[in-house]
């Protein structure tokens, strides 16, 4: 089935420590996005990618680094200058070669705690 | 400015009631999607509809209505007969095209439907 996996569920992190996302998709998507949701509040976007070998910062990439050297794959790494990472991480893509009118389609998400 | 407001932080309904979620939002693109996703206990997102700017024509899918009002920057859903089954954090998104088709989401609204 097609569909996007992320992984782990749930990871914890020791401080000073540097820990990293995956995020897998086979919808052939060209775009995918890195969002962070903390509890009571919405999505907030850390990356975004359109295109392979290239990224863009969303509105709170700081203590975060991200890669897109396969279309399939878009990895997202938090950094020890997070200095508070605990949250909820969604991974998403997106088809419809940059055209707005496709939704995007949601992972299962990975559960980040600090140690 | 780009936002979207879901005022509504949490309803609780009784099972069969129907129930209406609100969404507001802001953008001065003429051409602009919205969305709505559900997201259930498992944490992901599960994508429910989108309309574009051009579109005001009311939708229905099963239980499931919604209505878009450009009038009022207005784009409701409404749950006929609610279900256990509905109780989930639903969130509306905006996307545009000075916004490169990023995503902006409301804070969502917490659904329960008791039993």
């Known amino acids: 089935d097609g569909g996007i996996t992320q992984s782990p569920k749930y990871l914890f992190r020791k401080e000073g420590q540097n820990v990293t996302l995956s995020c897998e998709q086979n919808?052939?998507?060209?775009?995918m996005y890195w969002y962070r949701q903390d509890p009571g509040q919405g999505l907030r976007l850390i990356y975004y990618s359109q295109i392979v070998n290239d990224f863009q910062k969303g509105d709170i990439a700081e203590g975060y680094s991200v890669s897109r050297e396969k279309k399939e794959s878009f990895p997202l790494t938090v950094t020890s200058a997070q200095k508070n990472p605990t949250a909820f991480y969604l991974c998403?893509?997106?088809?419809?070669?940059?055209?707005?009118?496709?939704?995007?389609?949601f992972g299962d998400g990975t559960r980040l705690s600090i140690l | 400015a780009q936002k979207v407001t879901q005022a509504q932080t949490e309803i609780s309904v009784v099972e069969k009631e129907d129930v209406t979620l609100d969404c507001v939002y802001e953008?001065?693109?003429?051409?602009?999607?919205l969305f709505w996703y559900k997201q259930p206990p498992s944490g992901e997102l599960v994508f429910l509809i989108r309309r574009n700017s051009f579109d005001e024509q009311n939708e229905i899918s099963g239980r499931y209505s919604w209505n878009f009002q450009k009038s009022t920057s207005s784009f409701n859903f409404t749950i006929t007969a609610s279900q256990v089954v509905d109780s989930a954090v639903y969130f509306c998104?905006?996307?545009?095209?000075?916004?490169?088709?990023?995503?902006?989401f409301g804070t969502g609204t917490r659904l329960k439907v008791l039993a």
């Open positions: 998403a893509s997106r088809g419809g070669q940059g055209r707005g009118n496709q939704p995007q389609h």
């Open positions: 919808l052939n998507h060209d775009a």
């Open positions: 998104a905006l996307a545009t095209t000075s916004g490169t088709y990023k995503y902006i």
């Open positions: 953008t001065r693109d003429t051409t602009y999607y």
